[in-house]
């Protein structure tokens, strides 16, 4: 990442820092293991399971947000995401406990 950003900032690295904050440099530091562990989990499970749970991020992030900053909702965007929630359930069916936690690869 900071082989992308020195070139395009040079002399004004500490000013960019300084803009997006101490939130914006922990949500650069949390998205690696992130990126890491999705990459993963590519490799030790099916594509569509990982993108059925990847598919619950905003479900989450829209939870937490009214629960820890009391954020209101919309009532459409409540009925979103209800209706998301139940295709992530249609998705995963069934299966959703007969896996592993290691994944379901032999290797």
């Known amino acids: 990442m900071l082989g992308c950003l020195v ?3 040079r002399r004004g690295m ?6 997006v904050g101490l939130s914006g440099i922990a949500v650069a530091i949390l998205s ?12 030790r499970s099916a594509v569509a399971e990982v993108m059925s749970i990847a598919a619950t991020g905003p479900l989450l992030s829209g ?13 459409a965007t409540i009925l979103a995401s ?8 249609v998705m995963v069916g ?8 290691d994944g379901e690869s032999d290797g």
Request: with cysteine; charged share 10%.
């Open 63 to 75: 939870g937490f947000a009214q629960l820890l900053i009391g954020e209101k909702k919309r009532r």
């Open 82 to 89: 209800v209706f998301a929630l139940a295709c992530v359930v």
């Open 94 to 101: 069934p299966g959703a406990f007969g896996g592993h936690v």
């Open 32 to 43: 690696t293991p992130a990126t890491v562990c999705y990459v993963s989990s590519l490799k």
């Open 7 to 9: 070139p395009i900032y």
């Open 14 to 19: 500490t000013a960019a820092f300084h803009a």
